[in-house]
């Protein structure tokens, strides 16, 4: 890759840095998305075990990729995020994907194609840890920065996605009570 295209992407990306998500930190800052991601990437490495079958080197490759759109229109939390929000930050990663030179384009399309279609064990381990990083994270924070939808939706968040392996379903249960715990403290 061509230096100078090298060190644009590194700026588009370096943005990840700066955007912060909704979520707090345990010492009361906002989350970054890039450490949203980075932590994210640690839990499918942790969890290789659990899945010999998958490639967790691709899974690590998708928690990395996940929300690079998000470099370029922010992060919006789920419970406001509409269809129009998806299209525009799905047309953000397009045009970044567009940018790169072959293989990175031709590998990272397929790769979120993949992650969208929700089809392979990969996409569904990332799509699963996801969910649990948004929830940890929260359980992490102080209760003084939930939202009041947020003391429901940190023991419904992610059902749907963890349902496909019993691992990931007795995580959702672990953090359900770590969030039941945190709200009767």
Same mark, same amino acid.
């Given at each position: 890759m061509d230096t100078r295209q090298f060190i644009n992407i590194m700026s588009v990306a370096e943005k990840l840095k700066n955007n912060t998500r909704h979520s707090w930190t345990s010492s009361g800052r906002h989350e970054s998305v890039a450490e949203h991601s980075w932590r994210l990437s640690l839990m499918a490495y942790l969890v290789k075990d659990e899945f010999p079958k998958a490639d967790i080197n691709k899974v690590i490759l998708m928690c990395i990729c996940h929300d690079l759109g998000e470099a370029i229109t922010g992060d919006i939390p789920a419970f406001n995020k509409t269809e129009c929000d998806e299209i525009v930050e799905n047309n953000a990663v397009s045009q970044l994907l567009c940018s790169?030179?072959?293989? =990175?384009? /031709?590998?990272?399309? $397929?790769?979120?194609?993949? *992650?969208? !279609?929700?089809?392979?064990?990969?996409?569904?381990?990332?799509?699963?840890?996801?969910?649990?990083?948004?929830?940890?994270?929260?359980?992490?924070?102080?209760?003084?920065?939930?939202?009041?939808?947020?003391?429901?939706?940190?023991?419904? =968040?992610? /059902?749907?996605?963890? $349902?496909?392996?019993?691992? *990931?379903? !007795?995580?959702k249960q672990t953090i359900y009570e770590d969030s039941i715990k945190k709200i009767n403290k």
């Open positions: 790169l030179p072959q293989p =990175y384009k /031709t590998e990272l399309t $397929d790769l979120f194609i993949e *992650m969208h !279609e929700q089809q392979t064990i990969e996409a569904k381990i990332y799509k699963a840890l996801d969910k649990m990083e948004t929830l940890i994270q929260h359980n992490e924070a102080d209760l003084s920065t939930w939202i009041p939808l947020e003391y429901e939706m940190n023991l419904s =968040y992610g /059902t749907k996605e963890v $349902d496909f392996s019993d691992y *990931m379903k !007795e995580l």
